[in-house]
């Protein structure tokens, strides 16, 4: 991968630049680049580094192969831009990714708007290190040589800006404890109930609010304190619900499969279970 060092306010062609490696710390990106000349191997032969507001400067080519299957696919060449966003959360970093096809001078298309197209509400992008996620049953498999790359609206972002994150907060290293917590996060703003007995579908519908509690008092505006959820719905581990209660479900009038796959009740009064460390409920009235 090559890119081009460029001052968005200078003309001209900009630097040349080899790409030694692309990281995230948490969700902060980070892109490591040496010059055209260099063997780029380590620090030692001039390693330097861009984040945060200095990464509008770079712009990354890359090829993508064609299919190998034999398929109509051609191989392409991207150009990729990427800038942070200002007003991303606290909590999670995030940024505008833009591409376009090399060379074509096409417009930038916006790798979170819908159908790629550049918008004011697009989505911001955030990066995951470390970890790769299933894209269709939001399993979570922590591989260190990783990037996941994720969508505001999307489950792996939400649940990171509830203060989900699968990461130490002393070393930034993945977490077994955290990192259970926020596989089940990540089905449970799915309502993906039966995701562990073979059923992928989403039970919910976009907007739709949910109270939260997990154990360990991690997420952000939640306790451990999971009596406190007077209607609710499931206990929650990275393979869907452990207990599911059917007549508390976020969306009523969305059907469930009959038998429900098995899945029993949760207890009552509820309890944490050796899976279920995360808990959700309709949102209620506060009591009198």
């Not at 800038?83 to 790798?111: I, K, M």
């Not at 562990?196 to 952000?220: K, P, Q, V, W």
């Amino acid at each position: 991968m090559s890119g081009l060092i460029q001052n968005p306010q200078a003309p001209g062609g900009g630097e040349g630049v080899r790409i030694h490696s692309i990281q995230a710390t948490g969700t902060q990106l980070t892109v490591n680049y040496c010059s055209q000349s260099s063997p780029c191997l380590d620090s030692a032969t001039g390693v330097r580094s861009l984040r945060g507001e200095e990464l509008h400067q770079l712009k990354l080519v890359m090829l993508l192969p064609a299919d190998d299957g034999g398929g109509p696919r051609r191989a392409v060449i991207l150009e990729l831009a990427v800038t942070p966003r200002a007003d991303a959360s606290a909590r999670v970093h995030a940024y505008d990714v833009l591409y376009r096809e090399y060379g074509t001078g096409l417009p930038w298309l916006n790798h979170c708007a819908p159908r790629g197209i550049t918008a004011p509400d697009r989505d911001p992008t955030s990066f995951l290190q470390g970890l790769r996620i299933n894209s269709v049953n939001a399993a979570v498999e922590p591989v260190p040589a990783w990037t996941t790359i994720g969508c505001e609206s999307g489950a792996i972002v939400t649940c990171l800006d509830w203060g989900y994150a699968p990461w130490s907060p002393d070393t930034g290293g993945y977490d077994v404890l955290r990192g259970h917590v926020f596989g089940s996060c990540l089905q449970a703003k799915r309502a993906a109930y039966f995701v562990g007995r073979g059923d992928l579908a989403s039970y919910t519908r976009n907007g739709t609010r949910i109270a939260r509690r997990d154990e360990f008092g991690l997420g952000r505006s939640a306790n451990n304190h999971v009596e406190e959820l007077r209607t609710l719905e499931a206990l929650w581990s990275p393979r869907g619900a452990v207990c599911l209660n059917a007549e508390n479900r976020r969306v009523p009038d969305m059907p469930l499969p009959e038998g429900l796959h098995g899945i029993p009740p949760c207890p009552r009064p509820p309890t944490w279970t050796p899976a279920g460390k995360l808990a959700t409920g309709k949102l209620t009235p506060a009591p009198d």
